[in-house]
């Protein structure tokens, strides 16, 4: 931009003359030619003030203004932002050490938008005219003054320019400080998010451990109250759970331990941390996940991830529903699906469906509670691996899906092993159906595990103490035990000797689940007769294969 008494060779050299005023002048077409130019580039100040803060956009307004307008000062004050400003522009400089007197010379002409003579105090401004600008209809929310020592200041052009520029300004400054009280809200939001979370867990945890106290200590079945305690504790944990998430989401600070990672592994974890809402509704849960598919991530965050997303689903399908959980293979990406039968989704609200407390779904809202954080914290992980996610639903009881994709681990790509979709947990290459035992004293994890086993074509026995796991091999005479090693009264290493003491070469093959994986453990697992010692949380395709393993090393 420049002043336009400036000839800036897109037109004939004007005709310069000299008035009693001492300014010099052009040609009527050439004052018209140079103003529309120097309107023109003033638009840009919106484009240049985006995304800035208030006093930067004022700087730049200013800046604006002595390019199109090189007089003597440029100055300004706002007062609409929680802090006033004010700035003074001397020759493109700014003069801090001047405001004071230019603020008092001013006070009078602020207030209105009439040219004012006014005499500015000390060298070199001297005597000069004023023009004033309000950024508003009224000079309320402040003004900008211009200062010439031209005699004939302002004409009519200078007027245009300056009250376009103040206008563009004010827009400017409200867009501005629009943005900062934004920006202020969010920070104050996840502020709130984090301490709220933190402070909930304090008085959860007396809560929790009173809940162990009340426990009959002869392992009698706990009361329906104590039960219902412990089902609504468990759901405030998983609350705070994801408000500490989002907080921490929200403010930058997940931090992600990337390594690759087997699709089928951390499918497992999530199915796992899913499983008591999904068989409390009594859904019917189906999984085909291909063998050989691997990304690079966070194995814990992925599992978040499914496990969120099959919550959502297990809590907006009816009891008794069906869910589905697809992966495979497209493009050097893995397509994750999440699909089920419920209330579906109002088209209206799939575009806002992974917003942080959003929850309305189906019309199922106001029954089911949660805070509508599950889907924000599974857009916000999947973005953080490098994915995208998205739903589909034809409406209201037409249920939904949920597709994540994530890229395919580079140095897997080429040596990646996907089966067909229809394949589901198959059983490795070779392998055949047979009879397994699984012993976990945790239900939950046992019947998963089980589930899990029975998809891949396997026919499964469970227990949950070592009394029932030596009557099931009698009864069932399984092919496999996989037996955890954390067992109450007799643990697994003490449970296999005794298998194999009973049993010798009709002993079936035995695998040791544990979450001991020390180089001493394995090596007392190797002691005790157990064919292979897998560390929870296990992949299943590792499991399907130390199965098979299992069952070859004992000739079955």
Known sequence: MSHRGVDD???????????????????????????????????????????????ETLALALDAIEAVLPESFVYARVSWS?????????????????????RAALEGCLDHGAPTAVSLPGRPLGAVR?????????????????????????????????RAAASLAAGSLD?????????????????FLAMLGHELRNPLAPIV?????????????????????????????????????????TRGKVDLALRPVEVAAFVARGIEMASPLIEQRRHHLRVEVPAGLVVEGDETRLAQVVSNLLSNAAKYTPPGGHIEVLAGDEDEAVLLRVRDDGGGVAPDLLPCMFDIFVRSRGGLSQREGGLGLGLTIVKNLVQLHGGQVWARSDGPGAGCEV??????????????????????????????????LVVDDNEDAAQLLAELLRLAGH????????????????????????LDLGLPVMDGWELAARIRARHGDAAPGLIALTGYGQEGDRARSAAAGFGSHLVKPVGVVELLEAVAAAARRDGR
Do not use: W, Y
């Not at 705070?240 to 989002?246: G, T």
């Not at 681990?409 to 009879?435: K, Y």
């Open 209 to 249: 451990t009173a809940m162990e106290l009340l426990r009959d200590p002869g392992g009698g079945e706990p009361r329906r109250e104590l039960r219902i305690i412990e089902r609504q504790v468990g759901h405030l944990l998983r609350l705070v759970d994801d408000l500490l998430d989002i907080s921490r989401i």
């Open 175 to 191: 867009t501005a400080r629009a943005l900062a009280e934004r920006e202020r809200a969010s920070r104050a939001k996840d502020e």
């Open 403 to 436: 597709s994540v994709r994530l890229p395919l681990h580079r140095a897997h790509v080429a040596a990646a092993r996907p089966l067909p979709a229809a394949a589901g947990l198959a059983l490795p290459r070779g392998g055949r159906a047979l009879r397994l």
């Open 130 to 162: 004023a023009a004033v600008a309000p950024l508003a209809l009224l000079a309320e929310r402040g003004a900008i003054v211009v200062g010439s020592r031209r005699l004939d200041f302002p004409d009519p052009n200078d007027m245009i320019l300056l």
């Open 459 to 482: 026919e499964v026995a469970i227990a949950h103490d070592c009394a029932r796991a030596l009557q099931a091999l009698e009864e069932q005479r399984p092919d496999v035990a996989i």
């Open 82 to 102: 929680d802090e006033a400003l004010e700035l003074l522009r001397r020759g493109g400089q700014d003069a801090p050490a001047a405001l004071p007197a230019v």
């Open 9 to 55: 060779g897109t037109r004939e050299p004007a005709r310069f003359a000299t008035g009693a005023t001492g300014t010099e002048t052009v040609d009527a077409p050439a004052q018209l030619r140079l103003l529309l130019r120097d309107l023109l580039a003033l638009l840009a100040l919106p484009a240049m003030c985006n995304g800035r803060g208030p006093a």
